[in-house]
Nanobody
Framework: QVQLVESGGGLVQPGGSLRLSCSAS????????MVWYRQSPGKQRELVAD???????NYADSVKVRATVPRDNAKNTVYLQMDSLKPEDTAVYYC??????????WGKGTLVTVSS
């Protein structure tokens, strides 16, 4: 069983920045892809960014020029750095780990509120 713990959420002013962390533990096997999703009130969960174990990254169009998703494989940790935050970035941000053997695990999420 893999446990994922997100941290770094909170209240951020518009135009500000955030850095979320997601640490994975309990895995005997490698994690293929670590993914950030988010879900805003009344909306479906959407993919924000992901990073494969070989370092390939992918971003949603809505964050592409504002986000990076670095990963530290030695620590089984992925980060989400976002700048120029907008009120529409307000959401619960979830971490997901796609394992080499096909299973997928989720964290409990961390709330980011962008407001003045």
């Amino acid at each position: 069983q893999v446990q994922l713990v997100e941290s770094g959420g909170g209240l951020v002013q518009p135009g500000g920045s955030l850095r979320l962390s997601c640490s994975a533990s309990g895995s005997r096997f490698s994690i293929n892809t670590m993914v950030w999703y988010r879900q805003s009130p009344g909306k479906q969960r959407e993919l924000v960014a992901d990073n494969t174990k070989v370092g390939t990254t992918n971003y949603a169009d809505s964050v592409k020029v504002r986000a990076t998703v670095p990963r530290d494989n030695a620590k089984n940790t992925v980060y989400l750095q976002m700048d120029s935050l907008k009120p529409e970035d307000t959401a619960v941000y979830y971490c997901n780990a796609l394992m080499a053997y096909g299973m997928s695990y989720w964290g409990k999420g961390t709330l980011v509120t962008v407001s003045s």
